[in-house]
């Protein structure tokens, strides 16, 4: 069945950097894009990027364009959110979820926290 | 980038009864509209796309309805497990993707 965990959050220094891991099963990464939505506590949904399922097309937000980045490896069927020069405002919830053809987001990973410090 | 105002903020029911979510556009998204529910502490869960199709598991309580600017989501007879947080979201035009700020649905 199709899964998806995220990884890698934690509480991280405002500037500091740090890489997110999504880690799907029961699909092939090079059929489906993934995107990744946050969520600041207490707030709502807001979307943050998507790597197409051709591994090359990707696109970000205005807010962490340049600062973030989106990677996969399909060997390993693992999608990365590289984040840098990170501030207060980044801190939430990250999720990352299948794109359904460019669509709606069909399945989502449970979240990994990431708090940014001052 | 199109914007989404879901009303009302909050929404009181109680069990057995009707509750209906609304969902207004900044511009026309056709059908281009999906819903989720989300619970304290757990992700996200697709219930509704294409404004109006049930999402696979998805009980048959839960129907979408709108096209254009103006959207529903109606759930026929609120059962416990149904009281939660609901977004919509648009794909018609993007980048972004953009959400709703939610309704929450409340236990009258």
């Known amino acids: 069945q199709v899964q998806l965990v995220e990884s890698g959050g934690g509480v991280v220094q405002r500037g500091g950097s740090l890489t997110l891991s999504c880690a799907a099963s029961?699909?092939?990464?090079?059929?489906?894009?993934i995107h990744w939505v946050r969520q600041a506590p207490g707030k709502g949904l807001e979307w943050v990027a998507v790597?197409?399922?051709?591994?090359?097309?990707?696109y970000y937000t205005d807010s962490v364009r340049g600062r973030f980045t989106v990677s996969r490896d399909t060997s390993e069927n693992m999608v990365y959110l590289q984040m840098s020069s990170l501030r207060a405002e980044d801190t939430a919830t990250y999720y990352c979820?299948?794109?359904?053809?460019?669509?709606?987001?069909?399945?989502w990973g449970q979240g990994t926290l990431v708090t940014v410090s001052s | 980038e199109i914007v989404l105002t879901q009303s009302p903020v909050t929404l009181s029911v109680s069990p057995g009864e009707r509750a209906t979510l609304s969902c207004r556009a900044s511009?026309?998204?056709?059908?281009?509209l999906a819903w989720y529910q989300q619970k304290p502490g757990q992700a996200p869960r697709l219930l509704i796309y294409g404004a109006s199709t049930r999402a696979t598991g998805i009980p048959a309580r839960f129907s979408g309805s709108g096209s254009g600017t103006d959207f529903t989501l109606t759930i026929s007879s609120l059962q416990s497990e149904d009281f939660a947080v609901y977004y919509c979201q648009q794909y018609y035009d993007w980048p972004p993707f953009t959400f709703g700020q939610g309704t929450k649905l409340e236990i009258k």
């Open positions: 029961g699909f092939s990464l090079s059929t489906y894009g």
């Open positions: 511009q026309s998204l056709s059908r281009s």
């Open positions: 790597i197409k399922y051709d591994g090359i097309n990707k």
């Open positions: 979820a299948r794109d359904f053809k460019n669509s709606w987001f069909d399945y």
